[in-house]
């Protein structure tokens, strides 16, 4: 969940309330046609537990210039996957900034400092770029919130014909599983899961007032699984399932 405080600063700028830093605001339309990514929001620092402040600190940075983008496709286009290990972890990929990118945002973030002449830390290598989509997860979840017995209502239309089991709410995200593995390929072959997908994003639109979820991936917050995969990879526990 995005920090509340940024929550509302962005739906705030979104609805034209709440006018972003002009710095930011240049920086926002100049990273959006260099990268052709959707930003709704940039901040320079941020609410953040001590933990990750000491973080930044051991790793030498002073500051973090916070990028509110549409989704988490929107963040990997400025990051790249790396093999990673430690004493605790190995063989796992993890999300790394495109040194270059971050080079790019920084300078121009400075060049643009020059009319505004907002307090920096004198070497550029002192502040650290980030990409959340925290804000996009958030405003979905809302939607799920406000809409969710249209949404139940809908499963429960295709329940017989698709042969679902459950749907399950886990934040933002919503997860059909039908019983079978063969049904997941079933209903994906006749054109079922794309229509149960449409009718559960349209009821999203309805109260899209921002005009936000023009810029979501469904893939994202709309999924598709089976019992049968739940019980036999995960014991069948949700909890695993999500973790």
Do not use: C
């Amino acid at each position: 969940m995005i920090f509340k405080k940024e929550f509302k600063e962005t739906y705030a700028i979104l609805e034209g309330k709440k006018e972003l830093h002009p710095l930011f605001d240049e920086l926002k339309q100049f990273v959006e046609k260099e990268f052709d990514i959707k930003v709704f929001s940039v901040f320079l620092d941020t609410e953040e537990s001590r933990s990750a402040r000491n973080f930044l600190l051991e790793k030498g940075y002073k500051k973090r210039l916070i990028f509110n983008v549409a989704s988490n496709k929107e963040r990997e286009k400025m990051q790249n996957a790396v093999p990673y290990s430690d004493d605790k972890v190995s063989d796992v990929i993890i999300m790394r900034n495109d040194e270059n990118k971050q080079k790019i945002i920084i300078d121009k973030l400075y060049d643009l400092n020059k009319k505004y002449n907002v307090s920096l830390p004198e070497n550029k290598k002192e502040i650290w770029v980030d990409y959340f989509y925290f804000f996009a997860l958030d405003y979905v979840w809302l939607s799920v919130q406000k809409q969710k017995h249209k949404i139940k209502k809908i499963i429960n239309s295709y329940r017989n014909k698709a042969n679902i089991w459950k749907l399950s709410i886990m934040g933002p995200g919503l997860v059909v599983f039908y019983e079978k593995d063969k049904d997941v390929k079933t209903n994906l072959d006749n054109g079922i899961t794309k229509e149960i997908k449409d009718n559960i994003f349209s009821i999203f639109k309805e109260n899209d007032k921002l005009n936000i979820l023009e810029y979501v991936y469904h893939d994202e917050y709309i999924s598709f699984d089976s019992k049968e995969n739940l019980d036999k990879n995960y014991h069948g526990s949700l909890y695993l399932y999500f973790r």
